[in-house]
């Protein structure tokens, strides 16, 4: 009796190792679909950005001050009449990350401080959400009212001030952009700043410090390192952005640092070089790929930076 | 007691007066980024409502046989592609006699829709026992109409030259519209049509089928994916450089902006595997691989939160690793997995410039009927009428949007409905 | 001595004070005066509302929003509680150290410095300097970080951070400064250090310090007061309670048959 039992007993087992190692398997190999994803967006944009720079050399691609992409028309026309430097690129998006972050930032840290340390459960709970609700509109609302509405209205009122205002400015897209961001950096800071311990609140409180001395003296300095993180990854974020400066800032490569001109971005470029009527292997449309490239290695570059901060903050206080 | 530690003394006032300050300066800023989401919606709805009303006009036709179909045939595509400008034409000049020159004609014709005539042929070669008939029918008004009679355009406002729609136009629609032969009625073809060029005659369908038929994609790869890796880095993992590696990737590509993913569906979807351009297919391929690491982190920390009581009671009663997880802790997280999984469909659903890279930028005006059809997205339509130049794509954009962000309600008030529901407590 | 502390009047008083944690009752009816320039201990079994009692006299209860304090506390001829007191200032003029020393992440100079910085108790840059070395003189930490000055007050060992805390106090020259166990988390030699500092600070100052340790207690306080279940059992001399108590409560707490 126990002799047959014991065979079973060993036979189905084997069955069921080998259906547990079948599935851990399986698991394993869904999970390698993230890395295969990092390694195909690698290799996607470096192998078209590395015939790109075949055709364009990378000095003129990194250091060059103009952008006009263009490629011969004819097969015998010597050599690329257009320029492809990213400067003017870069610029633009930085000039309008600049002023989306300057428009961000106090808007999102005061939100932050006040919903952590001032408001009252009722209204932390009302405006929470709300705030929230911003991060998940659409960007092409975003740029669609950016365009509509705001692009005219700086216009407009620029004209009453005798500014010559373009149509289509790097601040209308800027400043439509930085309310995109305020939930990024206000949600973040909300929990860096909660994490700050309560005794040394108490500390300051008990020599007599008011509710907003502790905050600006004491709480925000120590949450400084967790909120760097946090304006970090929403200048990632808006350096990714496409959607609001395809519709609101404009084509023009300007090297410039003046809010009212139109100013082009590396993202807008990228839409451009790559929604039209071309070869795939034009100059043309690998520039995309070459514009993409830079622009990963410099959001990944934040990210990393940024996660790094804010890990070490709150390994600080854990 | 010394006057410094009283309210009233004036060395405190200062200070305290700094923190009501500083106060007021965070309630102007919650202020400020609310009162902005709050005008933006307002604008976008008083800008598109009024894009689900069409004007429509009344025009007494003739289905003359002679003018429809000579020969008698029937045949429909005959019917269809006939001549039926000047039958419209007739039924116009019976209430304005005067326009008998050809170009005042042109003009008049010019007051409805450029798809009248297509409208009446589908009529006629769905019921060709009108031919012979007389009767009232309504038709789509011109853009230029549609939005001089919802008082969009303000004669007075703009000098008759840099106007579409002339002085005498307008004296015309008067009259039609005395004679109650102009109408405003509920604007079905939004909902039923696709894309044109002529803004009273375009409508949502083909982009909201190639929305959905692109999130069907994404969910069907993305949700187990993101499922089945959450669970093998919470439940079976030991900490490895394998599985750190993992991590470090899933947390990189969160951050990626969504652009590149587009690159990468063009490079590899399109290029190298030449999968069909502009298709939910590999919309929702490149959809799936961007929402992967919202769901994989969301998953996880469900995960976490399901209690190792649960674990360990089922693995002392001799489950195995497999049985353990899959009988056990997986049900008991699901609802919050897939609470986490619609709220990344529902970004998803928002995602416009990856598909732009695949080429969901055409214009499409049949309607896609599955994942290999050529289709659009809403957010993408949205942004391809807000780059049109005609003044009725406006109301479109905007009544687009509207409908978008329905959706979005809709679908972040489905995954909260479902988390309530489903939620066990443990 | 007990002479000295009968002519002088106590610098604070607290009459009658209940104190409430949303229904339960921490503090009953307990009155007790606290004299000038000396160490007053409060003792007593864990969970008796030592703590809670102590924290009564800076208002910090105030910062918990369930807690409610009755009774009457007078300082400077006025009862703190009232709502012409403005709760700021008083607490520049009673200092609280605490039971873990919460140093704030900035250099040694900038926490003694944060407190006149905040009430703006000096003039010029040379001014704020002498206040922060008189005040870690005082501390007796100054010769150990004298050099260092910049660097984090976290990078300072246990006791030290406890004594910066200390000088971080003195520094807003408070009249009563209470702790709070402040030697709880410290070895015996830091302890020894601080208690040391205690009895020279009396001079300047009236300290207020609940204990878990009767031995504390005994070494460093002239007045102590007993507390058991949230009341006040006995309160005087602290030689004569610990050698010959009048409650019963008093002498098997301090022989150790309960707490």
């Given at each position: 009796m126990n002799e047959s039992q014991d065979l079973t007993l060993r036979r189905a087992s084997r069955l069921s190792q080998l259906r547990e190692y079948a599935i851990q398997g399986a698991l394993i190999a869904c999970s390698l679909v993230a890395i295969f994803t990092t390694i195909g967006i690698v290799a996607s944009l470096a192998f078209e950005a590395i015939r790109f720079f075949g055709k364009i050399p990378i000095q003129s691609f990194l250091f060059g001050l103009e952008w006009s992409p263009q490629t011969a028309i004819r097969s015998d026309q010597v050599g690329a009449s257009g320029a492809f430097g990213v400067l003017p690129l870069l610029t633009g998006t930085l000039l309008i990350s600049f002023i989306a972050m300057a428009v961000a930032t106090p808007l999102g840290l005061l939100s932050a401080v006040y919903l952590a340390e001032f408001a009252n459960a009722k209204t932390r709970n009302l405006v929470k959400p709300m705030l929230e609700l911003l991060a998940g509109i659409p960007t092409v609302v975003y740029g669609f009212f950016a365009a509509l509405v705001v692009a005219p209205l700086i216009r407009g009122g620029g004209a009453e001030f005798g500014l010559q205002i373009s149509s289509e400015s790097a601040l209308a897209a800027g400043s439509v952009m930085g309310i995109m961001l305020v939930p990024y950096i206000s949600s973040l800071s909300d929990d860096v700043i909660n994490a700050v311990p309560q005794a040394i609140r108490d500390a300051s409180y008990g020599m007599g410090a008011t509710h907003t001395e502790t905050v600006t003296q004491v709480v925000l300095p120590a949450a400084t390192p967790g909120i760097i993180g946090s304006l970090l990854l929403a200048i990632s974020r808006a350096i990714g952005e496409t959607m609001i400066v395809v519709m609101a800032a404009g084509l023009a490569a300007n090297l410039t640092a003046n809010p009212f001109e139109a100013v082009t971005t590396m993202t807008v470029q990228i839409v451009t070089l790559l929604t039209g009527d071309q070869e795939f292997d034009s100059a043309k449309t690998l520039a995309a790929f070459a514009i993409a490239l830079f622009l990963l290695v410099l959001t990944l570059g934040l990210n990393i930076i940024a996660l790094r901060l804010v890990d070490k903050y709150k390994r600080k206080y854990a | 007691m010394p006057d410094y530690l009283l309210t009233t003394s004036p060395q405190m006032a200062k200070r305290h007066a700094r923190h009501t300050r500083f106060q007021w300066y965070g309630r102007i800023a919650i202020g400020i980024s609310i009162s902005f989401m709050l005008l933006m919606f307002t604008a976008i709805f008083f800008r598109g409502i009024g894009a689900f009303q069409k004007t429509m006009v009344a025009v007494d036709v003739q289905f003359t046989e002679s003018q429809i179909d000579p020969s008698g045939a029937r045949d429909a595509t005959s019917l269809k592609q006939a001549n039926y400008k000047p039958i419209l034409l007739q039924g116009l000049q019976q209430v304005i006699p005067g326009a008998t020159e050809r170009r005042d004609r042109n003009n008049l014709y010019k007051i409805?829709?450029?798809?009248a005539a297509f409208d009446l042929g589908e009529r006629v070669a769905n019921n060709p026992d009108l031919i012979g008939t007389s009767e009232r029918v309504w038709v789509a008004a011109s853009s230029e109409v549609d939005l001089y009679v919802k008082g969009k355009i303000d004669p007075e406002e703009i000098p008759e030259e840099l106007r579409r729609l002339k002085d005498q136009d307008i004296a015309w629609v008067e009259i039609l519209r005395a004679s109650g032969q102009i109408k405003k009625k509920f604007n079905t073809a939004f909902f039923t049509s696709g894309d044109s060029r002529n803004p009273e005659m375009a409508g949502i369908l083909s982009a909201a089928l190639g929305s959905f038929f692109s999130l069907l994609i994404c969910f069907l790869i993305a949700f187990p994916l993101g499922i089945l890796t959450a669970v093998y880095l919470e439940e079976y993992a030991k900490k490895s450089r394998l599985t750190d590696i993992i991590e470090v990737n899933i947390n990189n590509l969160a951050a990626v902006p969504s652009i590149v993913f587009g690159l990468l569906g063009l490079a590899i979807f399109l290029n190298f595997f030449n999968l069909p351009r502009s298709t939910p297919l590999v919309g929702g391929m490149v959809l799936a691989l961007m929402t992967l690491p919202t769901i994989i982190i969301a998953s996880r920390s469900i995960l976490r939160s399901v209690p190792q009581a649960t674990r360990d009671a089922a693995l002392g009663l001799g489950a195995s690793k497999t049985q353990t997880t899959f009988h056990h802790v997986v049900p008991l997280a699901m609802p919050g997995m897939l609470t986490g999984t619609i709220l990344g469909m529902a970004r998803a659903l928002g995602e416009t410039a990856p598909l732009l890279m695949i080429g969901m930028v055409a214009f499409i005006v049949d309607v896609p009927?599955?994942?290999?059809?050529v289709a659009t997205a809403l957010p993408v339509q949205i942004f391809l009428w807000a780059d049109s130049p005609e003044k009725g794509f406006v109301e479109l954009t905007s009544a687009a949007i509207m409908v978008l962000l329905t959706f979005l309600i809709l679908m972040n008030i489905f995954a909260v409905y479902l988390r309530k529901k489903l939620e066990r407590r443990w | 001595m007990s002479t000295d502390m009968q002519a002088k009047q106590p610098i604070m008083t607290a009459r009658n004070v209940d104190v409430f944690y949303g229904k339960k009752q921490?503090?009953?009816?307990v009155s007790l005066d606290i004299p000038e320039n000396q160490i007053t201990a409060l003792i007593g079994?864990?969970?008796?509302g030592k703590s809670t009692f102590l924290r009564c006299f800076n208002r910090?209860?105030?910062?918990?929003?369930i807690c409610r304090v009755k009774g009457d506390i007078q300082f400077a001829g006025q009862d703190i509680y009232d709502p012409k007191v403005d709760v700021v200032a008083l607490r520049s003029r009673i200092g609280m150290v605490f039971q873990k020393a919460n140093p704030f992440p900035k250099s040694i100079f900038d926490n003694v410095a944060y407190g006149p910085r905040i009430h703006s108790l000096s003039e010029s840059k040379d001014h704020l300097e002498d206040i922060v070395i008189t005040s870690l003189k005082r501390a007796g930490l100054y010769d150990e970080v004298s050099d260092r000055l910049d660097e984090p007050g976290t990078s300072l060992s246990g006791g030290q951070q406890q004594r910066l805390c200390i000088a971080r106090a003195i520094a807003v020259d408070p009249q009563i400064i209470l702790m709070d166990e402040p030697c709880s988390a410290l070895d015996p030699i830091a302890t020894a250090i601080i208690e040391e500092l205690m009895d020279s600070m009396k001079e300047k100052y009236t300290i207020v310090i609940v204990t878990h340790s009767m031995q504390q207690a005994a070494r460093v306080s002239q007045q102590t007061a007993f507390f058991h279940l949230g009341e006040l059992v006995e309160s005087g001399d602290t030689e004569a309670i610990f050698t010959n108590p009048e409650q019963e409560r008093t002498q098997n707490y301090i022989s150790g048959r309960i707490g």
């Open positions: - | 409805l829709s450029n798809g009927k599955g994942v290999t059809d | 921490a503090i009953d009816n079994p864990s969970g008796c910090m209860n105030d910062t918990i929003q």
